[in-house]
C-alpha cells in the first residue's frame, strides 16, 4: 500500500524555535507538496517540489522554507516560529508528469497538528 | 486570493437524503476538477474527479456536475450514510504549474441517521 508518512501527529513548539516538519514518501513520486489546513481557509499551498533539489513557493510561503535532498524526503521547516503558524501541516506527493489518468490524484499523509505557545 | 470558492461550510443531512457542496472557480486554465473527502485524523483522499470536457460524472452515491460557462461544479451524494459524515473539499489544478492543486474552503457534512 502506497504511503505518504508525517514524523509527526503532534507537536508543541516555543515561540521562535526552529521548527521542522518531514514528510516520506515510498511511491517514488516527482511532485511533493506542503499543505497547510485552517477551518474555512480549506487547504493553502505552503510549498511544493517537482523533483530533488527543486522548489517553488506556494501560495502563503512567507516564514518557510523547504528541503529535498532525497526524491523521498520533503522537510518544512519554519525559521521562528509564531502563534499564527499554529495549525496541521499535511503533506502530499504525486506521480508527476509520467501519470495522468482521471484518478490520479494526490496521496496526502495524516497531518501534523503544530502548536505554537 | 481564493480562486476556490466552496458553499455551504457545512451541512446537515438526514439519512438516505441528498448532500450538495458547490464550487466556484476563476480561472480558466484549471483542467482538472477532484474532490476530496476528510474523516477525523486522517489526510484529505481522493473520492471523485472529472475535466471541464464533461458535464456530469457519477461513481456509486456520488456525482459531480460541471458548467464550464458558469465556471461552477458540485458534488451530489445521494442516499447519504452516517458513514458519509466527513469534510469535502473541492479543488482545481494547473497541469501547467507542476500538478499544483488549489482547494476550496472545505464542507463539513453531517448525516444524521
Known amino acids: 500500500d502506497v504511503k505518504v508518512t508525517q514524523s509527526s501527529r503532534y507537536l508543541v513548539k516555543r515561540t521562535g524555535e526552529k521548527v521542522f516538519l518531514e514528510c516520506v514518501q515510498d511511491?517514488?513520486?516527482?511532485?511533493m507538496f506542503w499543505y497547510r489546513q485552517d477551518p474555512g481557509l480549506g487547504l493553502r499551498l505552503i510549498y511544493f517540489?517537482?523533483?530533488?533539489?527543486?522548489?517553488e513557493k506556494g501560495d502563503i510561503p512567507e516564514g518557510y522554507s523547504v528541503s529535498r535532498e532525497k526524491k523521498e524526503r520533503f522537510s518544512l521547516i519554519l525559521e521562528s516560529a509564531s502563534t499564527n503558524q499554529t495549525s496541521m501541516y499535511l503533506c502530499?506527493?504525486?506521480?508527476?508528469?509520467?501519470?495522468?489518468?482521471?484518478?490520479?490524484?494526490?496521496?496526502f499523509g495524516s497531518g501534523t497538528r503544530l502548536t505554537v505557545v | 486570493q481564493q480562486q476556490v470558492k466552496q458553499s455551504p461550510q457545512s451541512l446537515i443531512v438526514q439519512k438516505g437524503g441528498i448532500s450538495i457542496i458547490n464550487c466556484a472557480y476563476e480561472?480558466?486554465?484549471?483542467?482538472?476538477f477532484p474532490w476530496y473527502q476528510q474523516f477525523p485524523g486522517k489526510g484529505p483522499a481522493l473520492l471523485i474527479a472529472?475535466?471541464?470536457?464533461?458535464s456530469e460524472k457519477k461513481e456509486g452515491r456520488f456525482t459531480i456536475s460541471f458548467n464550464k460557462s458558469a465556471k461552477q461544479f458540485s458534488l451530489h451524494i445521494m442516499d447519504s450514510q452516517p458513514g458519509d459524515s466527513a469534510t469535502y473539499f473541492c479543488?482545481?489544478?494547473?497541469?501547467?504549474?507542476?500538478?499544483?492543486?488549489?482547494f476550496g474552503g472545505g464542507t463539513r457534512v453531517l448525516v444524521k441517521p
Open positions: 502530499a506527493s504525486i506521480l508527476g508528469p509520467r501519470g495522468d489518468g482521471l484518478n490520479y490524484g494526490y496521496t
Open positions: 511511491m517514488d513520486h516527482e511532485n
Open positions: 517540489s517537482y523533483d530533488v533539489k527543486m522548489k
Open positions: 480561472n480558466t486554465a484549471f483542467d482538472y
Open positions: 472529472i475535466r471541464p470536457d464533461v
Open positions: 479543488a482545481a489544478r494547473l497541469k501547467a504549474a507542476g500538478n499544483k492543486l488549489t
